[in-house]
C-alpha cells in the first residue's frame, strides 16, 4: 500500500512541510547573523577588552589562581562532598527505615536544608561561636566552610540516594534475606553496590553543584591563604578597578564544571545502555 | 519424624484483601510437594510466609519443629536451612555467578574463601553451568541464571528448599533445563515445596500436589489423583485451563 497521504497532490499543494522549514530555518539564519553583526560593529571593543580581558591583571592573578585559590576550592568541595556524601547516604538509609523517628527526623532535615537558601547556612554558621561561646568548629576555616557545604550537600546527596536505592528492585533483599543474611548485611553486600552504581552520574552533578555553592564560603569571612575562586577574583577586581580577575575565575570555574558535566552525561548515557 | 513444614490454619491480609484464609498443609522431610492454583490464589504468599519474607496475619508455621512465627526465634538462622528460589531469579547483577554463589556462604557461614569457593564451583557444576562462574548474570540465559540461583541456595546446604514458578519466567526451550536439575535434586531426596504450572513435572516428581484456590487449599493428595482424577469442579477447571489452553 503507498502512502497517499503524505505524498502531496503535485501542483496542488506548492510548499510541501520540508520545504516550509528549510524557509523558516534560512530565515532564522539570516537574523542570527545580522544580530551578530550588529553586535560586533557596535560593541566598544577597546573598552570592553580594558575592562573584562586585560592581559597585565590577568597576569597578576598568577600563580595564586592555582596555588591557592583553586587548591582551595578544591578543598572545600572535595571536604563538604565527603561530609555530603555520608550524612547523606545515612539520612536515605533513615528516610527508607521501618523505625518511623529515623523517617521523620531525617525527612525534617532534607526539608530543611533544601528549603534554605545556602548562603543562610553559611551566615549562621559564622554566628555559631558567638551564639554558643567557647564553641569552635573544629578544622578553622576550612572546618566551617566544609560544614557549610557538607550540611546542605547532604540534604540533596540523601534524596539523590534514596532514589537510587529505591531503584534496587525489591527481589534483590529478598534474595539476600533468604540466604540468611541479616537486614543490614542485605543492605551493605546487596543493595548499597548496587544502588551507588546507580547515583554515580547524579552525585556527578552533586559534585559540580557543591563546586559552584563553596563561592559561599566568602560569606564566612575569609581572607588571605583560605580564599577560594570567587573571593580571590573579587579581592583582585577590587584591587585594580577591573573585572578581568573575575573572568579569570569565571574561566577557571568552567575547566573543572564543563567536563565533570560531560562526563556526568556520559555516565548517564553508559547506564542507559548497560540495561 | 518431625515434619520439615508444618503450616496450621495460615491466614494472611493485605490490609482488607485476605489472601491466605486458613490453610493447613504439611511437608514430611524428603517430599516433594507441588502447588498448583490460578494466578492470584496465594501460592507465591504462602511460600514467602514459611520463610517469612511475608508476616502471617494468623497461625502457625513450624520449620522441622520449629515455630518461625515465634517473635523469639532468630528468623536469620532459619533462613539458613530453607532455600529459595524466585520465579525471577534476582540473581545479584554486580557479582559474577561464582561471586553469588559464594556472597552467603562467606558472610552468613563465615566459610573461608577457598572452602566457599570450592562449594560454590561444585554446586555450579552440579546444575551444570560449571563453566560459567566468571559471568555476570547478564551474561547468562534465564535457564542458567535460575541454574545459578539454584546452586546459590544448595551451597548454603538447605534442609528444604521453596521454588516459586521458577521455570515461569524462561523461554520454552530453557524449561527443560532448569526442571531436570530440580528432578535430579528430588531424586537425591531433598525436600521441596514447589509452586509451579508444568503439570508434567508435578505428575512425575511430587508426592503431593496441593490445588489452591482463593486463598484456601482445595485439593491435596498424590499426583495421579489431584491431576489424573480431581474430585472438586474447581479444580477441575483449573486442569482444563492449564493442560488445553486453546480449547
Ligand atoms: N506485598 C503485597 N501487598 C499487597 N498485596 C499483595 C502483596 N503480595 C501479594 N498480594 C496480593 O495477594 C494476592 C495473591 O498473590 P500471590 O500470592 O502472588 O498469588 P499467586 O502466587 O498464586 O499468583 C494477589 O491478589 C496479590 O495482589
Ligand atoms: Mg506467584
Same mark, same amino acid.
Given at each position: 500500500?503507498?502512502?497517499?497521504?503524505?505524498?502531496?497532490?503535485?501542483?496542488?499543494?506548492?510548499?510541501?512541510?520540508?520545504?516550509?522549514?528549510?524557509?523558516?530555518?534560512?530565515?532564522?539564519?539570516?537574523?542570527?547573523?545580522?544580530?551578530?553583526?550588529?553586535?560586533?560593529?557596535?560593541?566598544?571593543?577597546?573598552?570592553?577588552?580594558?575592562?573584562?580581558?586585560?592581559?597585565?591583571?590577568?597576569?597578576?592573578?598568577?600563580?595564586?589562581?592555582?596555588?591557592?585559590?583553586?587548591?582551595?576550592?578544591?578543598?572545600?568541595?572535595?571536604?563538604?562532598?565527603?561530609?555530603?556524601?555520608?550524612?547523606?547516604?545515612?539520612?536515605?538509609?533513615?528516610?527508607?527505615?521501618?523505625?518511623?523517628?529515623?523517617?521523620?527526623?531525617?525527612?525534617?532535615?532534607?526539608?530543611?536544608?533544601?528549603?534554605?537558601?545556602?548562603?543562610?547556612?553559611?551566615?549562621?554558621?559564622?554566628?555559631?561561636?558567638?551564639?554558643?561561646?567557647?564553641?569552635?568548629v573544629?578544622g578553622g576555616t576550612y572546618g566551617q566552610g566544609?560544614?557549610?557545604?557538607?550540611?546542605?550537600?547532604?540534604?540533596?546527596?540523601?534524596?539523590?540516594?534514596?532514589?537510587?536505592?529505591?531503584?534496587?528492585?525489591?527481589?534483590?533483599?529478598?534474595?539476600?534475606?533468604?540466604?540468611?543474611?541479616?537486614?543490614?548485611?542485605?543492605?551493605?553486600?546487596?543493595?548499597?553496590?548496587?544502588?551507588?552504581?546507580?547515583?554515580?552520574?547524579?552525585?556527578?552533578?552533586?559534585?559540580?553543584?557543591?563546586?559552584?555553592?563553596?563561592?559561599?564560603v566568602?560569606?564566612l569571612g575569609i581572607s588571605?591563604e583560605y580564599?577560594?575562586?570567587?573571593?580571590?577574583?573579587?579581592?583582585?577586581?577590587?584591587?585594580?578597578?577591573?573585572?578581568?580577575?573575575?573572568?579569570?575565575?569565571?574561566?577557571?570555574?568552567?575547566?573543572?564544571?564543563?567536563?565533570?558535566?560531560?562526563?556526568?552525561?556520559?555516565?548517564?548515557?553508559?547506564?542507559?545502555?548497560?540495561? | 519424624?518431625?515434619?520439615?513444614?508444618?503450616?496450621?490454619?495460615?491466614?494472611?491480609?493485605?490490609?482488607?484483601?485476605?489472601?491466605?484464609?486458613?490453610?493447613?498443609?504439611?511437608?514430611?522431610?524428603?517430599?516433594?510437594?507441588?502447588?498448583?492454583?490460578?494466578?492470584?490464589?496465594?501460592?507465591?504468599?504462602?511460600?514467602?510466609?514459611?520463610?517469612?519474607?511475608?508476616?502471617?496475619?494468623?497461625?502457625?508455621?513450624?520449620?522441622?519443629?520449629?515455630?518461625?512465627?515465634?517473635?523469639?526465634?532468630?528468623?536469620?538462622?532459619?533462613?539458613?536451612?530453607?532455600?529459595?528460589?524466585?520465579?525471577?531469579?534476582? =540473581?545479584?547483577?554486580?557479582?559474577?555467578?561464582?561471586?553469588?554463589?559464594? $556472597? /552467603?556462604? &562467606?558472610? %552468613?557461614?563465615?566459610? #573461608?574463601?577457598?572452602?566457599?569457593?570450592?562449594?560454590?564451583?561444585?554446586?555450579?557444576?552440579?546444575?551444570?553451568?560449571?563453566?560459567?562462574?566468571?559471568?555476570?548474570?547478564?551474561?547468562?540465559?534465564?535457564?542458567?541464571?535460575?541454574?545459578?540461583?539454584?546452586?546459590?541456595?544448595?551451597?548454603?546446604?538447605?534442609?528444604?528448599?521453596?521454588?516459586?514458578?521458577?521455570?515461569?519466567?524462561?523461554?520454552?526451550?530453557?524449561?527443560?533445563?532448569?526442571?531436570?536439575?530440580?528432578?535430579?535434586?528430588?531424586?537425591?531426596?531433598?525436600?521441596? =515445596?514447589?509452586?509451579?504450572?508444568?503439570?508434567?513435572?508435578?505428575?512425575? $516428581? /511430587?508426592? &503431593?500436589? %496441593?490445588?489452591?484456590? #482463593?486463598?484456601?487449599?482445595?485439593?491435596?493428595?498424590?499426583?495421579?489423583?489431584?491431576?489424573?482424577?480431581?474430585?472438586?469442579?474447581?479444580?477441575?477447571?483449573?486442569?482444563?485451563?492449564?493442560?488445553?489452553?486453546?480449547?
Amino acid at each position: 500500500m503507498t502512502d497517499q497521504s503524505l505524498a502531496a497532490e503535485p501542483g496542488k499543494a506548492r510548499l510541501s512541510p520540508r520545504k516550509k522549514q528549510r524557509i523558516s530555518r534560512a530565515i532564522q539564519y539570516v537574523v542570527l547573523v545580522a544580530v551578530l553583526v550588529g553586535v560586533v560593529l557596535y560593541a566598544d571593543w577597546p573598552s570592553l577588552a580594558q575592562n573584562f580581558a586585560k592581559p597585565d591583571v590577568a597576569e597578576k592573578a598568577l600563580p595564586e589562581l592555582f596555588t591557592i585559590a583553586l587548591k582551595n576550592t578544591l578543598i572545600y568541595t572535595t571536604g563538604g562532598f565527603v561530609f555530603a556524601f555520608l550524612l547523606g547516604l545515612l539520612l536515605a538509609l533513615m528516610r527508607l527505615s521501618t523505625v518511623r523517628p529515623y523517617r521523620w527526623i531525617s525527612g525534617l532535615y532534607i526539608e530543611i536544608f533544601r528549603g534554605l537558601p545556602a548562603l543562610l547556612i553559611f551566615l549562621l554558621i559564622t554566628f555559631l561561636p558567638l551564639a554558643l561561646p567557647g564553641f569552635a568548629v573544629p578544622g578553622g576555616t576550612y572546618g566551617q566552610g566544609i560544614l557549610g557545604l557538607g550540611l546542605v550537600g547532604a540534604a540533596y546527596q540523601a534524596e539523590v540516594f534514596r532514589a537510587g536505592l529505591q531503584a534496587v528492585p525489591k527481589g534483590q533483599t529478598e534474595a539476600a534475606r533468604s540466604l540468611g543474611m541479616s537486614a543490614a548485611r542485605a543492605q551493605i553486600t546487596v543493595v548499597i553496590p548496587q544502588a551507588i552504581r546507580i547515583v554515580i552520574p547524579p552525585t556527578t552533578n552533586q559534585f559540580v553543584a557543591l563546586l559552584k555553592d563553596s563561592s559561599l564560603v566568602l560569606f564566612l569571612g575569609i581572607s588571605g591563604e583560605y580564599v577560594e575562586l570567587a573571593k580571590f577574583g573579587n579581592d583582585l577586581a577590587s584591587q585594580y578597578a577591573n573585572a578581568t580577575p573575575i573572568m579569570v575565575a569565571g574561566v577557571t570555574y568552567l575547566l573543572v564544571t564543563v567536563p565533570l558535566g560531560h562526563l556526568a552525561a556520559r555516565l548517564e548515557k553508559r547506564k542507559v545502555r548497560a540495561r | 519424624m518431625t515434619p520439615a513444614i508444618e503450616i496450621k490454619d495460615l491466614h494472611k491480609h493485605f490490609g482488607k484483601n485476605e489472601v491466605l484464609r486458613g490453610i493447613d498443609c504439611t511437608v514430611e522431610a524428603g517430599q516433594v510437594v507441588c502447588v498448583i492454583g490460578p494466578s492470584g490464589s496465594g501460592k507465591s504468599t504462602l511460600l514467602r510466609c514459611v520463610n517469612l519474607l511475608e508476616q502471617p496475619t494468623r497461625g502457625k508455621v513450624l520449620v522441622e519443629g520449629i515455630e518461625v512465627t515465634d517473635p523469639d526465634v532468630d528468623i536469620d538462622a532459619v533462613r539458613r536451612r530453607i532455600g529459595m528460589v524466585f520465579q525471577q531469579f534476582n =540473581l545479584f547483577p554486580h557479582m559474577t555467578a561464582l561471586q553469588n554463589v559464594m $556472597v /552467603a556462604q &562467606r558472610r %552468613v557461614l563465615k566459610r #573461608g574463601r577457598a572452602e566457599a569457593e570450592k562449594v560454590a564451583r561444585e554446586n555450579l557444576e552440579r546444575v551444570g553451568v560449571g563453566d560459567k562462574a566468571n559471568s555476570f548474570p547478564a551474561q547468562l540465559s534465564g535457564g542458567q541464571q535460575q541454574r545459578v540461583a539454584i546452586a546459590r541456595a544448595l551451597a548454603m546446604n538447605p534442609d528444604l528448599m521453596l521454588f516459586d514458578e521458577p521455570t515461569s519466567a524462561l523461554d520454552p526451550e530453557l524449561v527443560g533445563d532448569v526442571l531436570a536439575v530440580m528432578r535430579k535434586l528430588a531424586e537425591e531426596g531433598m525436600t521441596m =515445596l514447589v509452586v509451579t504450572h508444568e503439570m508434567g513435572f508435578a505428575r512425575e $516428581v /511430587a508426592d &503431593r500436589v %496441593v490445588f489452591m484456590d #482463593g486463598g484456601v487449599v482445595v485439593e491435596d493428595g498424590p499426583p495421579a489423583q489431584v491431576i489424573g482424577e480431581p474430585r472438586h469442579e474447581r479444580t477441575r477447571a483449573f486442569l482444563r485451563r492449564v493442560l488445553h489452553p486453546e480449547g
